[in-house]
């Protein structure tokens, strides 16, 4: 299930050099395009509506756009297993589907710069759910691709390096986007004007191309053998129950544990997250301070605290990173019930952005590692698509109410109780700890 612990004569300075092999430096870039359209979907989508008037309530409900994240595993075997006629002959399974989904991505952003939420929400709404489609699409061939890449050793490397990415691409999807909005709209930069977030929608679909680019400059990872189809119930065998047999199979009763725990891993961060956007601007905070503070500095905290996490994680075991990181998540929260009552004030804003960014990498490189490990490279882009699906759907349906509670009982007792939601995380952690079928630590 979990690899073993490094030798101890595996140096710290043998640890760092594996973020400049080339496995390393292509998921990084890789990252930045997975990482892009999800914060144009979900984070910076709720800054604008509530920015243009929306209802917290129904920023809330429209946060279940980000469900198609957690139903990807439905479509996964597909993309496991499906060629796409003439691009996948030349370009291989997973490069053929990381291509089509990231021109999904593109076609939607461009459909999202064009629509005016002020005047309606439908066509922003179809529009961002293409965008989730297509970018969990990304998700799935991606992840394949990055497990095939690499043995079980490197999985921890692999995935800070895809964090950075991811969070370099929420800098500019996060700051990058309210900067060029503000430079549009000029001196005036509060209040919704429709040009100006037109513009940087337009200049983040533009921005998908790193990751088309590096696609095409990237090698297609040996393919694991997969067993011929005789016909077509065989194919579907294959595709849609093999996968999950197989980790059934291998992990028995115990899977009911793993399972559980990754249904609430990052309960705590996602359900918080939704109204984090509105809650800046009715604060009083401008596009300048939220995207100097929470969308560029807080991200490179994020990166500081997902090489931390990868590099705990590689020498002292995934483990105890994982508890370590489900700790701080929940504490983190509690500093925005602070900031709440405290008021507008930028320090206080950097304070509380740092340590819950730094407490949100460590854990998410150290989860992505122990989702990694559960999977069988037979079945890499299925299983693993399921694993990380049910991370979401739960957080993301309950998220949708956040907006309600938020109304009812204000900001601080919601970001009070986003915190105590992690207490059962830290349960399953030490279950699923006690419990593993073979010791990691």
Known sequence: MTEKTPPASFSWLASWRIYLQPASLRMLLLGFAAGLPLLLVLGTLSFRLREAGIDRSTIGYLSWVGLAYGFKWVWAPLVDRLPIPFFTHRLGRRRSWLLLSQSMVMIGLVGMAISDPSQTLGPVVWCALLVAFGSATQDIALDAFRIESA????????????????????????????WVAAWVQGDNATGYVHAAWQAAYLVMAASMSVGCITVLMSK???????????????????????????????????????LSLIAVYRISDVVMGIMANPFYVDMGYTKAEVATVTKVYGVLMTLLGAFIGGVMALRWGVMRILMLGAVLSALSNLLFAWLSGYGHDVNALIAVVSADNLASGIASAAFIAYLSSLTNVQYSATQYALLSSMMLLLPKFIAGFSGDYVNAHGYADFFTATAWLGLPVLVLVGLAWHYQPSAQD
């Open 151 to 178: 043995d079980p050793k490197q999985q921890a490397a692999l995935a800070a390096s895809y964090q950075t990415g991811y969070r370099l691409a929420m800098i500019w999807a996060g700051a990058g986007v309210l």
């Open 220 to 258: 297609e990872p040996v393919p694991a053998e997969l067993p011929p189809a005789r016909n077509v119930k065989e194919w579907l065998q294959g595709a849609l129950i093999a996968p999950f047999a197989d980790f059934l199979k291998r992990y028995k009763w115990q899977a009911v544990l793993i």
